[in-house]
């Protein structure tokens, strides 16, 4: 064994609900649990601003949803289930060594789950990139102080588009929201917030194309209906036309595929042994509730597999894991 190389029973990447949810159910049934985080601890869901459809949580900030879910599964029993968290970027993952290679240090994992979630989408078009961060935004959030006083369009029709413009609202001179269809995607209820904040909507209009020397000064915006052309000055383009999995590692692992996700059986098992996939990741409904469901079934089969594999070794264990002593393990292998 590599002498700097840290053993763990399961390595989780990715601390958004699938993950953390996932690392309370293996590190609740006794596995030594580690979760790899790049960014900021919650994921998505820590910035989702108000979060109104969440079982349990009336609705109330994703912030405050995904600090609660960090305590459980971080604090020592009883007040959490005593998992660790580290903050790194995983680059690669062996899956025949099982070996997770971090920016800073390689774990050895018995089994490994990938909750890597997803990302902002962007939409390609001229302009764009130069602006980023500095008049080009996905998302509010992290940017709503730099609205102030100015004239901001918010581009999408889902809710993640109408709580950009709800934020940019606070802020903001001015917001118009632009969707290329006739009709938002979003919550009714969230549409009729928009317009008693008074947002300006418009429908069945595209962006084109984003203008400026230094700074964001205009949008050329085509109407899809009539194909009419307009410019409009703007200080600032809130971009939220939906998100795209974060797939890279799954890709560069070589696990089977379902178009842009990763295929998964119904215990969240992907085509390699031993690696496991649940959240934003794979096909599905994208929603909080999914990525905690998923990240609980994927910690429940980790049990399953990581009890099973003992036992096929001879090692029989005290107690039960996910539910089942080892000798009624060592029956479902006889069974088999
Ligand atoms: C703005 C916004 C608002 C939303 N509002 C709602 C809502 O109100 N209700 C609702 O149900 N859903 C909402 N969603 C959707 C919901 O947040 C997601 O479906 C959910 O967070 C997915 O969970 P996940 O754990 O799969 O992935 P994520 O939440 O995306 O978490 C994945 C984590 O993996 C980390 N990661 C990725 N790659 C690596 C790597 N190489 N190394 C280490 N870490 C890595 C990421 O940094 C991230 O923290 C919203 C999403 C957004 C963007």
């Given amino acids: 064994m590599e002498k700097n190389i840290k053993e763990k029973d399961v390595i989780?990447?990715?601390?958004?609900?699938?993950?953390?949810?996932?690392?309370?159910?293996t590190q609740l049934d006794g596995w030594n649990t580690l979760i790899i985080e790049s960014d900021w601890v919650g994921g998505q869901g820590a910035i989702a601003y108000t979060v109104a459809n969440y079982p349990g949580f009336p609705p109330g900030d994703g912030k405050v949803l995904m600090e609660?879910?960090?305590?459980?599964?971080?604090?020592?029993?009883?007040?959490?289930?005593?998992?660790?968290?580290?903050?790194?970027?995983?680059?690669?993952?062996?899956t025949d060594e099982m070996v997770v290679t971090t920016e800073t240090n390689r774990y050895k994992g018995k089994a490994i789950i990938l909750a890597t979630g997803s990302k902002m989408q962007n939409l390609g078009i001229p302009g764009e990139r130069k602006f980023i961060g500095k008049g080009v935004s996905y998302y509010a959030v992290r940017d709503s102080e730099k609205f102030t006083g100015k004239r901001v369009l918010v581009v999408g029709g889902g809710n993640t588009t109408a709580k950009s413009a709800l934020i940019a609202k606070t802020e903001a001179s001015e917001v118009i929201l632009v969707h290329r269809r006739e009709a938002m995607r979003a919550y009714p209820a969230m549409v009729k917030r928009l317009q008693k904040e008074g947002v300006k909507i418009r429908y069945n209009i595209e962006v084109k194309e984003i203008k400026g020397e230094d700074e964001v000064e205009k949008v050329v915006l085509v109407n899809n209906k009539t194909g009419t052309e307009e410019e409009m000055t703007v200080n600032w383009?809130?971009?939220?036309?939906?998100?795209?999995?974060?797939?890279?590692?799954?890709?560069?692992?070589?696990?089977?595929?379902?178009?842009?996700?990763?295929?998964?059986?119904?215990?969240?098992?992907?085509?390699?042994k031993g690696i496991f996939a649940c959240g934003d990741i794979i096909p599905g409904p994208r929603h909080l509730i999914n990525a905690a469901a998923d990240g609980v079934l994927a910690g429940m089969a980790i049990s399953e597999y990581l009890a099973l594999e003992m036992v096929k070794m001879g090692e029989m264990f005290i107690g039960a894991k996910n539910g089942k002593y080892a000798d009624e393990y060592l029956a479902m292998l006889k069974r088999d």
């Fill in 68 to 94: 609660n879910m960090e305590k459980q599964v971080t604090l020592s029993p009883p007040a959490g289930v005593g998992a660790e968290l580290k903050q790194e970027k995983v680059i690669n993952i062996d």
């Fill in 12 to 25: 989780i990447v990715g601390a958004g609900p699938a993950g953390l949810s996932a690392a309370i159910f």
């Fill in 237 to 272: 383009v809130v971009f939220c036309v939906g998100t795209r999995p974060n797939t890279e590692l799954a890709r560069k692992m070589g696990l089977e595929m379902m178009g842009d996700f990763v295929k998964v059986d119904e215990q969240m098992k992907t085509s390699r």
